[in-house]
């Protein structure tokens, strides 16, 4: 991993409104047929209880490159489907990341008007300036981090096709 500078950024907000119905969001977060089509690709696995397992699983392209077979894991604290999921959230990506232990992750969406929904994720990357620096999109070579993955969400689910096409 490159070295970088950290920020001062504890909670990391991002806002996206989305042409599509609360529910329809929730399915491209939460179900791994949907979740693995945008961002970077990889399927996210939620067990929606509390207390259940979420994993983030490297594609075939990662493990390649030398990612583990899951790059992220964490903890389902609270689903209300489909307004709200809490989670803890920790990258495996370097051993660096991984020992800083995990952040809380909250999404939540709110139907505004009938097919309009606006997702707000919120990132306590609190103690984690490794996690916050990913997250943020300052590791360059690790992407555009929340902003990337949620611009690639919106565009799938108003366009049918990603950012990549």
Excluded: C
């Excluded at 907000?13 to 939460?30: F, G, M, S």
């Excluded at 020992?99 to 969406?109: M, V």
């Amino acid at each position: 991993m490159t070295s970088t500078t950290t920020t001062a950024t504890t909670v990391h907000v991002n806002r996206v409104y989305i042409k599509a119905t609360a529910q329809a969001v929730w399915d491209a977060i939460t179900d791994p047929a949907w979740n693995g089509r945008y961002g970077y690709g990889s399927p996210g696995e939620y067990d929606l209880r509390p207390g259940g397992a979420y994993r983030g699983v490297a594609t075939k392209e990662m493990i390649d490159l030398g990612s583990p077979e899951v790059i992220i894991e964490g903890e389902v604290l609270e689903s209300d489907p489909p307004r709200r999921l809490v989670q803890t959230w920790r990258a495996l990506f370097y051993p660096e990341i991984a020992a800083e232990g995990f952040t809380r992750l909250t999404w939540e969406l709110t139907e505004t008007q009938p097919g309009i929904t606006v997702l707000t994720v919120t990132h306590d990357l609190t103690d984690a300036p490794l996690s916050a620096a990913l997250v943020t999109g300052e590791v360059l070579e690790a992407g555009g981090g929340w902003s990337f993955i949620l611009s690639d969400l919106k565009t799938l689910l108003e366009t049918g096709t990603t950012l990549a096409g």
